[in-house]
């Protein structure tokens, strides 16, 4: 018995494949779901969905960012802060709120080799929607955790969207 399990355990091992991302996978599925594409290898700016992003990688430390700028952080006041701290606690999931060099960011960070390309694609749609989102529902994807979803969310309180809007200048 004590075999047969052993077995199992490492047949597990050999079946699971671990992800072994670089930048030119990287750079394939950046091409696809960019509109437009300008840099270098692990050093990417492109446009999707009339957004700005970057995509940074450092190889040798198995490091990886996808950022949209959203504004500069001199116009956040004390309000927007908060809320988008909240929001790093409860609808922006995978991606963060930022802020660096004077710029806020939408910014989702994650070790390169792990990644798989549906997290890539995942990440990328993300950071659109954070940075989309900002001063409104503040949210990465449609799922508010622990919250429900933005649809109940907006029902509670239409005039919240229309308010956080005025108070936001995009970048």
Same mark, same amino acid.
């Given at each position: 018995?004590?075999?047969?399990?052993?077995?199992?355990?490492?047949?597990?091992?050999?079946?699971?494949?671990?992800?072994?991302?670089?930048?030119?996978?990287?750079?394939? /599925? /950046?091409?696809?779901?960019? !509109?437009?594409?300008?840099?270098?290898?692990?050093?990417?700016?492109?446009?999707?969905?009339?957004?700005?992003?970057?995509?940074?990688?450092?190889?040798?430390?198995? #490091?990886? #960012?996808?950022?949209?700028? /959203?504004?500069?952080?001199?116009?956040?006041?004390? !309000?927007?802060?908060?809320?988008?701290?909240?929001?790093?606690?409860?609808?922006?999931? !995978?991606?963060?709120?930022?802020?660096?060099?004077?710029?806020?960011?939408?910014?989702?960070?994650?070790?390169?080799?792990?990644?798989?390309?549906?997290?890539?694609?995942?990440?990328?749609?993300?950071?659109?929607?954070?940075?989309?989102?900002?001063?409104?529902?503040?949210?990465?994807?449609?799922?508010?955790?622990?919250?429900?979803?933005?649809?109940?969310?907006?029902?509670?309180?239409?005039?919240?969207?229309?308010?956080?809007?005025?108070?936001? #200048?995009?970048?």
């Amino acid at each position: 018995m004590k075999q047969w399990i052993f077995l199992v355990f490492l047949s597990m091992g050999i079946f699971s494949q671990a992800q072994n991302m670089n930048n030119d996978t990287l750079g394939e /599925i /950046i091409t696809k779901k960019a !509109d437009t594409l300008g840099g270098i290898p692990g050093n990417w700016q492109f446009v999707y969905k009339e957004t700005a992003m970057l995509c940074i990688t450092d190889a040798k430390n198995n #490091r990886m #960012r996808i950022i949209a700028p /959203i504004m500069e952080s001199s116009n956040l006041d004390k !309000d927007l802060l908060l809320d988008s701290m909240t929001a790093n606690f409860h609808s922006a999931l !995978d991606v963060k709120y930022a802020i660096s060099n004077g710029i806020l960011w939408s910014a989702y960070v994650h070790p390169l080799k792990e990644l798989s390309t549906e997290q890539v694609e995942s990440a990328i749609s993300q950071v659109y929607l954070a940075a989309k989102t900002f001063g409104t529902t503040f949210s990465s994807t449609e799922l508010l955790f622990g919250a429900g979803s933005l649809e109940e969310e907006h029902k509670k309180d239409p005039k919240k969207e229309i308010i956080k809007k005025e108070k936001t #200048r995009k970048f």
